[in-house]
């Protein structure tokens, strides 16, 4: 499960000012930011670029450039699937495949009910166990379709 706080214009505008003299400031507070409320807000937009004295576009522009930032909130759980090169020789693309057509959501995406975040991941640090993924934190090796069936129920039947 993803413990982020809902999104907090005050908290938020504190981090913004927090790591505004940070060189670059742009990406640490955006990455303070996801943190803390596991997405960037809308919101955060024009409070980000009015203390760095930036345009909005440019924030945008860095939210939008990188595939970390998320800009809607995420789900209750996070299944990420590693598509490196060694999960890829094993099998992942069928898995990213059975995945999208079981939770009706695409890679980056959150199912409607926003229960399953869907996410890419670019090696887990297990290849010797590739196929990996990993549900809400943990690292499972060696999956296969009948496998990640099973995962999937679990979710399902997840608050
Ligand atoms: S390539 Fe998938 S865990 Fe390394």
């Not at 003299?21 to 670059?24: H, I």
């Not at 990188?66 to 800009?71: G, I, L, N, T």
């Given at each position: 499960m993803i413990h982020a706080a809902p999104w907090d214009d005050q908290e938020a505008l504190e981090i913004v000012t927090r790591h505004r003299?940070?060189?670059?400031a742009a990406l640490p507070i955006l990455h303070a930011l996801q943190e803390r409320f596991g997405y960037i807000d809308r919101a955060a937009i024009p409070m980000v670029a009015e203390v760095l004295n930036l345009s909005q576009a440019e924030i945008h522009g860095v939210v939008a450039f990188?595939?970390?930032?998320?800009?809607q909130p995420p789900g209750r759980h996070t299944l990420r699937l590693c598509r490196a090169e060694a999960c890829q020789a094993m099998g992942a693309n069928a898995l990213v495949a059975q995945a999208e057509k079981r939770l009706r959501a695409g890679l980056g995406a959150t199912t409607l009910d926003g229960k399953v975040s869907l996410a890419a991941v670019y090696c887990l640090g297990n290849c010797a166990c590739a196929p990996a993924l990993m549900l809400d934190g943990e690292l499972i090796g060696r999956v296969d379709a009948a496998r990640l069936d099973q995962l999937l129920d679990r979710l399902e039947n997840a608050a």
């Open positions: 003299q940070l060189p670059g990188y595939d970390d930032f998320r800009e």
